[in-house]
């Protein structure tokens, strides 16, 4: 049984960044609205009925949609230059499901649908978990449809460019309701299971993570013609508190914080900036751990500028807290799948967001590198094959 990986070097060359590598796929611009179609093609050929909810989730049930449903599924879109398992993984290895319990004469007796979120990643708008969060209502509709993208497109203008309503963003609780049990399998991101020799996991936990913007702001000038003492240059303190982000992780026991991304305004290389953004993404096991993490930083920041006589604004542009996912139900799945281990993870996933509203698990996948997010995140295809036979070995057990 080979679809899972047969679906992902379908998709192989769909949106290929050759600049950064890996892949870049972002929520409802063209290469992930070129995915939405061939997941849609290829669910139909399964004869499954595909739908798309109010926040352009996409839902392929098998059987008459309705209450406590098994539901499985993933996203198909990246991060900027992403590789290529996070996400598609867990979409193509649940129609490999489908097909491996068909092949068997199963028929659930629970509806089953698979399941892809919109705008995973944030890569386009900056929120991760975008679909899943509207669904559940954990971002308010409003917010949502004003989020923009780095050319000022509105994720209203966005979904309304795919054909759906941006009014009708938002809380879906008829969807919702449908959801008896949620699973997501998922490549494994960072470094477990290959030390463990094990394939397939189950997991245990998310660390409370969020996303911060920081903006400096200060005084664009000529580079050559205003001296050092004269400055207000914001890119100083921006890069202080990049230091101060490292120092301030290490302090708390297995804290993360990372500045991936700085924006400096107008960005030229002869001119002072006016303005630089910088987004910190930081974790801990525990919400208190984040916020002490966030907070170091956020003192440190303020001191740079006004060290520099410049200003600095921090906005909170998401946050989860700790998940710990229902105990039972990952305890059943690791039993049924003859004891395989439970891990915590550090990265953020829909299965997440959902755990506060509905019963859900997920699996693991092994990745021999533990890298991820990065194009040279890897999952051996026995591996990708054993998961796909874990995940309908588990729907069969919840659906039948």
Request: net charge negative; hydrophobic share 45%; with cysteine.
């Amino acid at each position: 049984m080979g679809f899972a990986n047969s679906g992902l070097d379908e998709i192989a060359g769909v949106g290929a960044d050759p600049k950064r590598g890996g892949y870049s796929r972002h929520g409802f611009d063209r290469v992930e609205l070129e995915l939405r179609e061939w997941f849609t093609e290829q669910a139909r050929r399964r004869g499954l009925d595909v739908r798309t909810d109010r926040n352009g989730n996409l839902w392929a049930w098998w059987g008459t949609p309705g209450k406590g449903a098994i539901v499985t599924g993933s996203h198909l879109d990246s991060v900027p230059g992403g590789g290529a398992f996070d996400g598609p993984l867990g979409v193509t290895s649940a129609l490999a499901a489908v097909d491996l319990l068909r092949d068997k004469g199963f028929q659930p007796v629970k509806p089953l649908a698979v399941l892809v979120f919109a705008e995973e990643e944030g890569g386009r708008f900056g929120v991760p978990c975008l679909g899943s969060r509207l669904l559940a209502g954990t971002i308010e509709a409003d917010k949502a449809r004003a989020l923009t993208d780095l050319d000022g497109t509105t994720l209203g203008d966005a979904v309304r460019a795919a054909g759906l309503d941006p009014a009708r963003l938002g809380r879906d609780d008829e969807a919702l309701a449908t959801i008896g049990t949620f699973v997501e399998l998922h490549v494994e991101q960072g470094r477990g299971l290959i030390d463990l020799g094990a394939p397939v996991a189950v997991a245990e936990s998310i660390l409370a993570h969020g996303r911060w913007r920081l903006r400096f702001t200060g005084e664009g000038n000529h580079a050559g013609a205003t001296l050092m003492g004269d400055r207000r240059d914001p890119m100083l303190p921006a890069a202080q508190t990049v230091v101060a982000v490292r120092q301030a992780a290490k302090a708390v026991p297995q804290a993360r914080a990372t500045v991936g991304r700085v924006l400096p305004v107008p960005g030229g290389t002869n001119v002072i900036a006016s303005t630089v953004d910088m987004w910190l993404d930081a974790r801990s096991p525990d919400d208190a751990g984040t916020r002490a993490v966030v907070a170091e930083i956020a003192a440190a920041a303020r001191e740079a500028a006004a060290a520099e006589g410049c200003a600095v604004e921090i906005t909170e542009e998401s946050y989860g807290d700790t998940v710990v996912f229902d105990t039972a139900l990952r305890d059943r799945l690791a039993g049924w799948l003859g004891g395989v281990p439970a891990l915590p993870t550090g990265a953020g996933h829909d299965a997440g967001v959902l755990a506060a509203r509905v019963p859900t698990a997920m699996l693991f996948v092994r990745n021999p590198t533990g890298i991820s997010h990065a194009p040279a995140e890897h999952a051996e295809r026995d591996d990708c094959a054993a998961g796909a036979v874990a995940l309908a070995e588990v729907l069969e057990r919840l659906a039948g």
